[in-house]
Nanobody, 119 residues
Framework: QVQLVESGGGLVQPGGSLRLSCEAS????????AGWYRQGPGKERELVAR???????NYPDSVKGRFTISKDSAKNTVYLQMNNLKPDDTAVYYC?????????????WGQGTQVTVSS
């Protein structure tokens, strides 16, 4: 069973940077859509970055200009570069990948990684 393993979370001071990684445990084929979501304390899960197979990216205004999503298909890995982090960015971050292989499209989710922005 394919698993998405996230890493790169941790404690960072305001203004700092982190790079999250989301690696599939095996070849998942063609990545059609990749996304990063977050859920802060007492908040609903929200989308913070989305990348389509055509290279189109989408970000909410709250992170635009600070977060960048990318992928390395050869490594079955999706990244989220987060710069100029703010305390409001504190949340559990989840990755999501929709990929196709052998004429089957599947959705995968990571287990989440904690990001805490605090001085």
């Amino acid at each position: 069973q394919v698993q998405l393993v996230e890493s790169g979370g941790g404690l960072v001071q305001p203004g700092g940077s982190l790079r999250l990684s989301c690696e599939a445990s095996e070849n998942i084929g063609t990545i059609h859509v990749a996304g990063w979501y977050r859920q802060g304390p007492g908040k609903e899960r929200e989308l913070v970055a989305r990348l389509t197979s055509s290279g189109t990216t989408n970000y909410p205004d709250s992170v635009k200009g600070r977060f960048t999503i990318s992928k390395d298909s050869a490594k079955n890995t999706v990244y989220l570069q987060m710069n100029n982090l703010k305390p409001d960015d504190t949340a559990v971050y989840y990755c999501s990948i929709t990929a196709g292989r052998n004429y089957k499209v599947s959705d995968y989710w990571g287990q989440g990684t904690q990001v805490t922005v605090s001085s």
